[in-house]
T-cell receptor, first 112, second 112 residues
Framework: SAVISQKPSRDICQRGTSLTIQCQVD?????MFWYRQQPGQSLTLIAT?????????ESGFVIDKFPISRPNLTFSTLTVSNMSPEDSSIYLC?????????FGPGTRLLVL | KNQVEQSPQSLIILEGKNCTLQ??????????LRWYKQDTGRGPVSLTI?????NTKSNGRYTATLDADTKQSSLHITASQLSDSASYIC???????????FGSGTKLNVKP
């Protein structure tokens, strides 16, 4: 099973700043997924990140707000840009191995 | 519109009792259905995954059932334990790679 770590685990940020979240997987995977989970709600897919190509964003999410990097098969970053309090959420990265989807522990973000 | 609805929203049961969580979906064409357990402050963890041809799948005290005709699934927890307190999320995969629809989850609280 894939083991995923994320950094930071939590952060408190000021409005207007940006935060980059790192996701590291212990095995090589083709696709990595970034999700957002707002308080009390289920997960929403932000984008799918393939190594060597542009990320694919879901409706309602744009690259300028959530730029993603995928420099190799075990690592990805998600940046939350020009943050506002509405961006306060848990951000999770995820990978698929076979039929199973694995999630990182999440990054809990609070924007003041 | 592809949707996944879960019920109940929340549930309180006594330790040792059984419970059943429901998931109805309208996703079509359907690829597979997954149940996840999400502890507070943690990423979701996969419990079961079923394709349309499978009716039931067990993972320890967790048993998932699927009726692809009525587009309903249930997750049955037997002899509940305090550690079962978590949110349980139903996820349906569309017949197109990497398209997932998440239910809003059922929050289970097991009391001693």
């Amino acid at each position: 099973s894939a083991v995923i770590s994320q950094k930071p685990s939590r952060d408190i940020c000021q409005r207007g700043t940006s935060l980059t979240i790192q996701c590291q997987v212990d095995s090589q995977v083709t696709m990595m997924f970034w999700y957002r989970q707002q308080p009390g709600q289920s997960l929403t897919l932000i984008a799918t990140a393939n190594q060597g190509s542009e990320a694919t964003y879901e409706s309602g999410f744009v690259i300028d707000k959530f730029p993603i990097s995928r420099p190799n098969l075990t690592f990805s970053t998600l940046t939350v840009s020009n943050m506002s309090p509405e961006d306060s959420s848990i951000y999770l990265c995820s990978v698929e191995e076979g039929e199973t989807q694995y999630f990182g522990p999440g990054t809990r973000l609070l924007v003041l | 519109k592809n949707q996944v609805e879960q019920s109940p929203q929340s549930l309180i049961i006594l330790e040792g009792k059984n419970c059943t969580l429901q998931c109805n979906y309208t996703v079509s064409p359907f690829s597979n259905l997954r149940w996840y357990k999400q502890d507070t402050g943690r990423g979701p963890v996969s419990l079961t995954i079923m394709t349309f041809s499978e009716n039931t799948k067990s993972n320890g005290r967790y048993t998932a059932t699927l009726d692809a005709d009525t587009k309903q699934s249930s997750l049955h927890i037997t002899a509940s334990q305090l550690s079962d307190s978590a949110s349980y999320i139903c996820v349906v995969s569309w017949d197109n790679f990497n398209k997932f629809y998440f239910g809003s989850g059922t929050k289970l609280n097991v009391k001693p």
